[in-house]
């Protein structure tokens, strides 16, 4: 069975850092995958990064460029979203998804395609 288990979420100050995790289990990280994704109150879900099977291709939404840095290591069977620089409008609660790739380089930010899902880590970001 496919589980994805976020955390690292929690609050900071504008312009601080925090570190996400996204620990798998059930499936190696060789095949699939993986993806950020965020959702504000009242927003629709939002592609954050991805990264692909091989780890070799990123993916990243504008909003975060050049801010976020994700990143996988596979002998962890985990997957990290560094997040810096951060913003109040980067609140909000964080999922990390997986789907069998389609090739080693391939990449997707698009929600639909993904089929495993965490449960969410909150990331408040306030002073």
């Known amino acids: 069975q496919l589980q994805l288990v976020e955390s690292g979420g929690g609050l900071v100050q504008p312009g601080g850092s925090l570190r996400l995790s996204c620990a798998v289990s059930?499936?190696?990280?060789?095949?699939?995958?993986i993806g950020w994704f965020r959702q504000a109150p009242g927003k629709e879900r939002e592609g954050v990064s991805c990264i692909s099977s091989s780890g070799g291709t990123t993916d990243y939404a504008d909003s975060v460029k050049g801010r976020f840095t994700i990143s996988r290591d596979n002998a962890k069977n985990t997957v990290y979203l560094q997040m810096n620089s951060l913003k109040p409008e980067d609140t909000a609660v964080y999922y990390c998804?997986?789907?069998?790739?389609?090739?080693?380089?391939?990449?997707?930010?698009?929600?639909?395609?993904?089929?495993?899902w965490g449960q969410g880590t909150q990331v408040t970001v306030s002073s």
């Open positions: 059930g499936f190696t990280l060789d095949y699939h995958v």
């Open positions: 998804a997986a789907f069998l790739s389609l090739g080693r380089d391939y990449v997707s930010l698009a929600f639909r395609i993904f089929d495993s």
